[in-house]
């Protein structure tokens, strides 16, 4: 009988920390090459992406909150953009991922990729709603859905529980 | 449990709206705004010298072999500038002398040397975090200056950090000028298409002014956010438009990809009185 191998509370939090923090980092502080700058991927999406998937809409819809409200805080714009996408992003597919028998590898990039698609389209929308000016090239902002999409994946990837152990 | 989180989302949706629409409305700097700067401005301070001791260590460490030679270079060349800077200076004195040219007048007298300590988080905007605040003299709407030219202006202002948006961004726009068609218009960026790839279109130019691919491009001082005379960049294309417009692409004179250290002026409140 195969049986998940049990992780403790600690681990799991750990795990979610690291995560966070790692793409907070490659966000805000890794200056990428132009031409990875010009796709914008969005690291911060990908991990709140990864969290509902795997933790479900509830977790992902607090931490989208805070970690949108961050992502607003790090940038020049307005406080509220990312803080509404992220957790309305993190909710959409919190509630998808929650009907899956099992989260595949190949589902976890499809739910990436239209978590990556619902937060580009929400904040293009809050923009135009606010009058805000959107500096993002399109071509970037298309480039850069299936590159959120991979780290996504990552992220869902490294919040998987650990390998079946047999019994 | 759903009802509940749907209700959650909800509640977090209208909270962010309103914060929205009162940021939207407000047209000055946010108490709570300036805060996060301040917060977020150190954390990104500290994460930044973080990454750059450890790449410091890193290049460091391969690089020990050619230090000697570098050095050897590097004091010819100090030698080679303070040469130069010596000529700069008594061509200086000789114009003073000439034209008594007042260079505070100019607001360039005592620029404040900021460094950047972080970018934009989000993929939307194009700005940078500064080391300096308003206990510095930073105020908001600054321009900030490199070594080779205008980089944009104070938007977020901190007691001790600041945030700047990039003239590439899509919501700058500085009236330029180009030196030797004497064209003006209107820079603004994020607007590749039209103006054939480049980072910068010149708006608002008519067929037959005479602007030249190479042609050197200048702040004009009309919009009483950037003092006169400001290198922003080169002319890189021009391109038939639409009616008797054309579409002129400009290339930044600074290099944002490796931008590190910057200069804050003070706050332009009135056109330059010398616009020709």
Redesign the interface.
């Given at each position: 009988m195969n049986l998940p191998a049990p992780e403790s509370r600690f681990r799991r939090a750990l795990r979610v920390a690291i995560l966070l923090v790692a793409a907070?980092?490659l966000?805000?502080?890794v200056?990428p090459?132009?031409w990875i700058?010009r796709v914008?991927?969005?690291f911060?999406l990908a991990a709140v992406a990864g969290l509902a998937m795997r933790r479900g809409?509830?977790l992902g819809?607090g931490l989208g909150?805070g970690a949108g409200l961050?992502?607003?805080?790090?940038?020049?714009?307005?406080?509220?953009?990312?803080?509404?996408s992220k957790?309305?992003t993190a909710?959409v597919i919190g509630?998808i991922a929650a009907q899956a028998r099992e989260l595949s590898g190949s589902l976890a990039f499809v739910l990436a990729l239209v978590a990556a698609g619902l937060d580009a389209a929400v904040?293009l929308f809050?923009?135009w709603?606010?009058?805000?000016?959107?500096?993002?090239?399109p071509l970037?902002?298309g480039l850069?859905l299936p590159l959120t999409a991979f780290a996504g994946w990552a992220a869902a990837r490294w919040l998987a529980p650990p390998a079946a152990s047999t019994v | 449990m759903r009802r509940g989180q749907a209700v959650a989302l909800l509640v977090i949706l209208g909270l962010n709206f309103v914060s929205l629409t009162v940021q939207t409305r407000a047209n000055s700097e946010m108490p709570v705004r300036q805060a996060f700067t301040t917060v977020f401005g150190s954390a990104q301070q500290l994460l930044t010298a973080v990454r750059r001791t450890a790449g410091a260590w890193a290049g460091a460490m391969r690089r020990v072999g050619e230090t000697r030679s570098e050095r050897e270079a590097l004091e010819a060349r100090v030698a080679r500038i303070e040469w130069e800077l010596t000529v700069a200076r008594g061509e200086l004195a000789r114009v003073r002398g000439m034209t008594g040219l007042d260079w505070r007048s100019l607001g360039l007298a005592e620029p404040v040397t900021a460094e950047i300590v972080g970018v934009s988080a989000s993929p939307l905007d194009r700005t940078v975090t500064l080391n300096r605040g308003s206990s510095h003299g930073v105020s908001r709407n600054a321009p900030v200056m490199a070594h080779s030219g205008l980089v944009g202006r104070v938007v977020h202002v901190g007691s001790r950090f600041s945030q700047v948006e990039l003239i590439t961004s899509a919501s700058a726009g500085v009236a330029a000028l180009t030196a030797e068609s004497r064209t003006r218009g209107v820079l603004r960026g994020g607007r590749t298409a039209e103006a054939g790839g480049a980072d910068l279109a010149l708006d608002y130019v008519s067929v037959g002014q005479g602007v030249e691919v190479g042609e050197l491009v200048i702040s004009s001082g009309l919009d009483r956010l950037y003092p006169k005379g400001l290198v922003v960049g080169r002319v890189s294309r021009v391109l038939w438009g639409t009616g008797m417009l054309v579409d002129v692409g400009v290339e930044p004179a600074v290099d944002f990809d490796r931008l590190e250290r910057v200069f804050v002026l003070p706050p332009e409140s009135a056109p330059s009185p010398t616009d020709p």
């Open positions: 907070f980092l966000q805000t502080l200056r090459a132009p700058e914008a991927p969005d911060i809409a509830s819809l909150l961050l992502q607003d805080s790090f940038s020049g714009g307005l406080l509220g953009i990312h803080g509404s957790p309305l909710f509630r904040l809050l923009a709603v606010t009058g805000a000016e959107v500096t993002a090239r970037a902002v850069g | -």
